[in-house]
């Protein structure tokens, strides 16, 4: 009674201090269908969980109705156990992990977790008033009045969210538009970017996330009172509340709510040959060809506008194989596939009126209208134009048939170029009167969504590639993978990517990446360059790009460079086992790749941290973002020792050290204690099929066992997974003063052949030499090198092998 006693007493001070709008007056509340209602004098709310950890609010102003139709959730409600409680002027209604209090008079909404800690409260709730434009929309936001949900902040929270930004970790103290737009060349500050997500996050994990694509704004307490106001020009006044134990827990949750990423095909992972752009078939088959010559890994070329019109302006909407510079686009990339490279090719919803699309486009009424109801018509770079109406079904089925045409050329990939979209004046409109501020941030999602539907109908059995460069919330479970735009060639740009990356992938998109050496600018600085691709080992995609007036490839850098590029790219193929296990995870619990230093370790001076992250859970990298870097600070989380991963150096953790940076790879460290999955160097996925391991383990004397499992499939059929097309292999270490012990195990889905393992296990930081190696029971003499113990062993994953090594 009186723990109650001081909870009420909490709630009541918290109540006291944060007030709510003062005219809104509770009126009544009900509960009735999985749905709580409270109604006001202004309104109601209706508040359904769909989890014990994800509640739902929505605002219905009076005289308005409810909206049911979001863009972004697809989970369906489940019906959990709730508890209800009236005492004095206090309704709570509550889950095992969420708890709604009203306060009746004064009228205050206000939530709390399962140990009733604050998460947040409302603290005018929804409202009307006077939109004040950002200079950096004014033209695009031309409300004079808009629609807003402000909440309470503790002054402790660091927030996280709201899309593509280049602002720092901790994004509090600005107020940051809704409007998807390019930034041209940035570098280490962007407020304004392609993907524009109503999604903030907090260091409390916990998530709202404002379930309405509208234009607006997102205010992450820039006037210091500590607020938070969602902004936006019209549409649902309905958001979630996410919370988790851990942030993997938060992020699980979100992605269930808005959709999980499918697996991409395995190729997506190799090397890409790309820039802006090849100009015909000749320059593409020879730039594969110096690539084979000097033995550089490559997986996939993309094709930029080129490959339907000679020059830059004038032919966007053509869509069609320019013959002339592409005679035979077909055996091309036929050939190509011989050599195991894939042809991605560029796509723009834009149909210029001079390209030789445009008549039959306007005849056929596939473009999105103007106020009179005529295709419209507006001018940006490329030329005059019109968008597409994927809204309607004869623009969608328009746009699709040209992407069969493609994919029956044998194209394994599709890039969405400029799907911000990139101009969209405010008088557009689409299907059914749909205005373009509406519609705008979901341009990009409908888009994808678009391509990976005609997928599912047509292609089944095959995992798309979809490139895009702007989305929605809950892109992701349309197997979008985004990049982060047309960076600039510079330190300062890439200085920004990692927390692009970071930030992007706590928000659902977690292949989010950066074309590799920067894209905007002329600059020919080999060692950004060599830096830029050296980081590019670790984050999700692995694809140089970049404006021809420089060579992005590899093969056409100075030998210095290639050389470093060489390395980079043969390191990240080698890692393909532990890669493709990253996807996995990401497609089943929504983790992203690249995940910031806090998820290993809760510590308050960590939550800004970009500088430094894990990719897994096993490397902890940090990338040099500056010129001539000598030494640099790390801080090592003190959940593990970490070995360098190209010397095996081992640092205690929980100390921040400096470290010496060689030229030859950045500083890059594992966990020590368990397995790290890697592979033999193939010059294409297409050479891979995961029989052929190379199994690394730093031994660490404090770690007494440890588990890890490895995902395996085809890496080709769509939901190879749920087919019961895959294969588990389970590698379980445990130490104790005779014997290091390492046992192999498996596991099959029903419609899966296991195949024979080439397996050798590399032992670091061996300081000993074993009197005893066993395999399977039968001793086996292996000689120690350098710290260094190499076993090579055959295993038939239908039966368990072990391995105990002697530790003296």
């Known amino acids: 009674m009186k723990k109650y006693l001081i909870s009420y007493l909490l709630l009541f001070l918290v109540t006291i201090s944060f007030a709510q709008n003062p005219s809104r007056i509770y009126k009544s509340h009900n509960e009735e269908g999985g749905f709580f209602t409270v109604v006001t004098n202004d309104g109601s709310y209706k508040f359904q969980f769909y989890t014990d950890a994800i509640l739902e609010t929505t605002f219905i102003p009076k005289d308005e109705n409810a909206n049911p139709i979001s863009h972004a959730v697809v989970l369906q409600p489940k019906k959990i156990k709730t508890q209800y409680k009236y005492v004095g002027n206090t309704i709570s209604f509550s889950s095992e992990s969420i708890s709604i209090n009203i306060t009746t008079e004064p009228f205050q909404i206000s939530y709390f977790d399962k140990n009733n800690n604050s998460i947040t409260s409302e603290k005018r709730g929804y409202f009307k008033s006077q939109h004040i434009p950002l200079e950096s929309v004014k033209g695009n936001i031309p409300n004079t009045e808009t629609e807003k949900i402000e909440f309470n902040l503790t002054n402790d929270e660091v927030l996280y969210g709201s899309g593509a930004r280049a602002l720092g970790m901790n994004r509090r103290g600005y107020r940051l538009p809704l409007y998807n737009r390019a930034h041209y060349g940035y570098e280490t500050k962007s407020e304004l970017m392609n993907f524009t997500i109503p999604l903030v996050i907090s260091s409390k994990k916990y998530m709202i996330h404002f379930d309405n694509p509208a234009i607006g704004y997102v205010d992450l307490d820039s006037k210091k009172d500590n607020s938070l106001t969602y902004e936006t020009i019209s549409g649902r006044k309905t958001y979630q509340i996410i919370v988790g134990d851990s942030w993997q827990d938060l992020i699980n949750s979100y992605t269930h709510l808005t959709g999980k990423q499918p697996l991409p095909p395995r190729w997506v992972l190799g090397n890409f040959s790309s820039r802006f752009g090849y100009h015909s078939q000749q320059e593409t088959e020879a730039t594969i060809a110096k690539f084979k010559e000097d033995e550089i890994p490559v997986d996939a070329i993309i094709l930029d506008l080129y490959w339907f019109g000679k020059t ?23 050939n190509l596939k011989d050599k195991g490279v894939k042809t991605v090719l560029i796509t723009e919803p834009f149909v210029l009126s001079t390209s030789n699309k445009w008549q039959e486009a306007n005849q056929k009424e596939v473009l999105a209208k103007d106020t009179i109801g005529n295709s419209a018509k507006y001018d940006f770079y490329f030329g005059n134009t019109s968008i597409v109406d994927i809204y309607k079904k004869e623009g969608k089925d328009w746009f699709w048939n040209i992407y069969k045409e493609i994919l029956n050329l044998g194209a394994k990939g599709l890039w969405g170029d400029l799907g911000e979209p990139e101009v969209l004046p405010s008088w557009v409109t689409f299907n059914q009167n749909q205005k373009a501020d509406e519609i705008h941030n979901l341009y990009g999602h409908d888009w994808a969504r ?88 670790f984050q999700p995609i692995y694809r140089p790009h970049a404006q021809e007036d420089v060579a992005s490839e590899p093969v056409f850098r100075s030998s210095f460079a290639k050389k470093h ?79 360098n991963f190209y010397f095996d150096e081992k640092i205690e953790g929980g100390q921040t050290k400096s470290v010496k940076v060689k030229q030859k790879a950045i500083p890059t460290y ?97 300081t000993w030499h074993p009197r005893k190696i066993k395999v399977d029971g039968k001793r086996k003499r292996i000689a120690t090198a350098e710290h260094q113990l190499k076993i090579p062993v055959k295993w038939n994953p239908k039966k368990e092998l072990k391995i105990k090594i002697s530790l003296k």
Do not use: C
């Open 312 to 334: 830059v302006q004038g032919t966007m909407g053509n869509l069609e194989v320019d013959k002339d510079s592409f005679p035979d686009m077909k055996q091309m990339v036929s």
């Open 450 to 537: 678009l391509i990976f539907e005609g997928y599912q109908k047509e292609f089944p059995i095959e995992r798309p590639f979809i490139l895009m460069r702007a989305g929605a919330a809950g892109s992701q479970r349309f197997g979008m993978i985004p990049w982060s735009g047309d960076v600039s060639r510079s330190w300062g740009g890439l200085q920004s990517q990692p927390e692009i990356s970071l930030q992007m992938g706590m928000q659902g998109l977690g292949y989010m990446h950066s074309d590799l050496g920067g894209f905007a600018g002329a600059n020919l600085d080999d060692n950004l360059y060599v830096r830029w691709l050296q980081y590019g080992v």
């Open 565 to 643: 590029a060489k390395k980079a790219i043969e390191l990240r193929y080698k890692m393909l086992p532990y890669n493709y296990n990253l996807t996995f995870e990401n497609n089943q619990k929504g983790l992203p790749l690249m995940r910031p230093i806090f998820f290993e370790e809760d510590k308050r001076e960590l939550m800004t941290n970009s500088e430094t992250y894990l990719w897994g859970k096993d490397f902890l990298i940090t990338p040099i973002l500056k010129d001539s870097v000598k030494t640099k600070e790390v801080y090592f989380p003190k959940t593990a020792n970490w070995f």
């Open 670 to 766: 594992v966990r020590g204690g368990v397995i790290i999955p890697m592979t033999k160097l193939v010059q294409t996925t297409e050479n891979y099929k995961g029989n052929v391991l190379e199994l690394h383990y730093w031994f660490d004397a404090s770690v007494k066992e440890s588990e890890r499992v490895i995902y395996n499939d085809d890496g080709r059929t769509a939901n190879a997974f749920e087919k019961g097309k895959y294969e588990w292999l389970e590698f379980e270490v445990e130490l104790d003063k005779k014997y290091l012990e390492i046992d192999f195990e498996a596991e099959f889905g029903k419609d899966w052949n296991p195949q024979e393992k080439e397996v050798e296990l590399i032992l670091h930081n061996i």
